[in-house]
């Protein structure tokens, strides 16, 4: 028998009810030819009947339904396939001041993908004093206080005002190494520049879509982009920015959604429950993980260096504080006493925060001690990753749009602020090999496949990776051959650190 | 329930095909135990009757409720996570228990408010009280951090008499359950609102 109690074939059938008649007839039907004959097509019927009940009892139930079935199950909690999404990002644009890019304006890249912009768009004159030159070798470093909006590829006009005047140049394509630094080649005086600097150039920053959709249309920075229609003043070629086009997804496959249904119907879903909320954060696509951090009763606790009020408000200082929006701490040991408050807090930058104080009390001395619970009763943090996209950390878009979807389900006693999603900051995990054998480029390949899955499956926000974890990958690598890897690491040599808002991801391997 | 679910034995299938059978002369017989015709039938009958069975029987199988079959019950498990970190053991419980199991799991989805809670906790067997932190008139002792003001309606502190601990007032925490009372407590844990910390005393 098969599963359900299904005969095996048409002939156990055959066999059986040919058995039953002739025990019920002595014998005397089945020496009728036709009979037999009958009796074998009653039995192929009944075997096929047989075989839609064994059908519909395998697609009654999600683990053994097939992929067109999944739908019947999933659709009832509302979990459908995630449709592919079109990337989008900004793309830089050059030409003479003033000159006009219309929302709706045709883009494409060398591949043929077609982008469009998104909203109207003016090339403006940028002139900018940067914070710093400096040369290294050939390579000259131009840093600035805030984002330059620039691209690899781009040509900025001039650098003037330099002294020694070799940093000076005209129409220059460079490269953007950060998103407040760009670089470019040019021999001369090494060391910093000095003197009434200006950096010039005419660009316009645009938002752009891609016109179909897929993980296809995701670009990196730099990508060279061309208009597909002349703009008058405007040039042809354009460049996506730093940030690069993100955000595009392929349409779900069945083992995805399989796995998002089995997973809403495996966890008991309550209104708000963290099985909720994970399941509604993929219905965002190309979320692939969520990691939810729910009240706790464990008090943290960071130092304070300094204070600084304007006003009413106290700019606390604390190094890589690893606190968010609308955290409630309390503040003790500061002197005046006034500065001493549980209060809500406004994260400024990675090491600064602010919050309010009564009066205009002076800068506050004494060891001066935040207390936090890293999620208080009321609030839920929210954690999630893009482990199929290059870059496994969502961008702010992909961050507001899990928000806003949640927002949609919020309950009504609970304040938007307490919901806390997030995009962990990456902290990238190199790994030197001393001594690799078989080192061989297929052993290679396999150790670098190996840690970029681990890196996309098993690392957790806030989470140390062990030592020992990370080995263990490496060792239970096999290359195409079947060997595994005889190994050494020089690097790492300890567990990793991890921060409350960080992950690790995988950073550069160097082999032997 | 509608009689086409009903279990029909063999001589009821064998007077059902009978009776598509044309009344005439040729089939005279059909209705006659002695006769050729209805003991061909009813050879056929059992093999109808296999069948029909097996489709009676899949109707009763689709409802936990009434669920009898090994096969059955373990697609729903698997449809419902089981064995997962709150229901750890299918093979040391009887057929009842792994029904009820999946049952608690059921009742489980959809909880929304305290006497949803509460009646979970019946179907462990337990009769647990369930307040809020601003319910509670002396502070619960082992909330460390910001017990009373803002985040304290979002506390639910969760006590019973049928907890297998001594202590009253609460001075025994942190309370370490034992049994369906740790499946309990991971049970509330998995479909609390994430915003919210419990407590057990």
Known sequence: ???????????????????????????????????????????????????????????????????????????????????????????????????????????????????????????????VTPASISRSGTLVTVSFSTPHNLASGFTIDSITGCTPDDFNITNQVITVNAATSIQFNKAGTQGNASGTIIVQWKSALIKVQSSTAGIATNLNHGTLLKLSEAIVDVNTNCYVDYSGLSNGTDVEDAVSYRQRIKDRMANPVAYFNNAFIESECKKVSGITRVQIFNPTTTTAQITISSITRYDNVAIATSNSHGLLDNTTIIVSGANP??????????????????????????????????????????????????????????????????????????????????????SPTAVPQNFTFSYLYPNTTAMKTAISNSLDNYFRSKNKIGVNDKLASLKAVIENTFDPTGKKPDFTLSFPTQDNSIGLNQISTLGTITYP | MKDEFNIKTVQEHT????????????????????????????????????????????????????????????????????????????????????????????????????????????????????????????????????????????????????????????????????????LLIDLFQSIKPANTLLIVT
């Open chain 1, 1 to 127: 028998m098969a599963e359900f109690n299904t005969p095996d074939s048409r002939l156990d059938i055959y066999n059986k009810m040919q058995a039953d008649v002739s025990i019920e007839t002595d014998g005397e039907a089945l020496k009728v030819d036709s009979v037999k004959t009958m009796l074998g097509a009653i039995s192929a019927r009944l075997y096929d009947l047989y075989r839609k009940r064994l059908n519909i009892n395998k697609q009654s139930f999600l683990p053994t339904c097939d992929d067109e079935y999944l739908s019947v199950h999933g659709e009832p909690y509302q979990i459908t396939l995630n449709p592919a999404t079109p990337s989008e990002g900004y793309v830089v644009f050059g030409g003479s001041n003033g000159a006009t890019i219309s929302a709706s304006s045709p883009i494409q890249s060398a591949t043929g993908l077609i982008f469009t912009t998104q909203t109207d768009g003016t090339i403006a004159l940028q002139q």
């Open chain 2, 15 to 182: 007077i059902i095909a009978a009776s598509f059978l044309p009344n005439d002369n040729l089939h005279f017989a059909k209705n006659y135990a002695n006769s050729d015709l209805y003991k061909f039938l009813k050879g056929m009958a059992k093999s109808f009757k296999d069948l029909d069975d097996l489709f009676s029987k899949d109707w009763n199988n689709m409802s936990i409720l009434t669920c009898d079959n090994e096969e059955f019950l373990s697609l729903w498990e698997s449809s419902v996570g089981i064995p997962d970190n709150i229901f750890k053991q299918t093979n040391s419980l009887s057929f009842e228990q792994r029904k009820n199991q999946v049952l608690t799991k059921l009742t489980s989805l959809g909880v929304l408010t305290l006497e949803d809670m509460k009646a979970l906790a019946n179907l462990l067997g337990l009769t647990v009280t369930i307040k809020t932190g601003e319910e509670v008139a002396y502070p619960p002792y082992d909330v460390p951090f910001i017990p009373i003001g803002e985040g304290a309606k979002f506390i639910l502190v969760i006590s019973s008499k049928d907890f297998n601990d001594t202590g009253y007032p609460p001075y025994d925490v942190p309370f370490t359950p034992t049994g369906s009372e740790s």
């Open chain 1, 337 to 422: 006493v006034a500065y001493n408050l549980q209060t809500k807090l406004i994260v400024l930058d990675t090491n600064r925060f602010a919050y309010k104080v009564a009066g205009t009390p002076a800068n506050p001395t004494g060891t001066i001690i935040a207390s936090f619970s890293y999620v208080q009763p009321g609030q839920v943090r929210i954690g999630i990753l893009r482990d199929d996209d290059a870059s496994i950390i969502p961008s702010s878009t992909e961050v507001e749009k899990v928000k806003n979807k949640l927002l949609e389900k919020l309950p009504s006693n609970m304040d938007n602020t307490d919901l806390l999603v997030f």
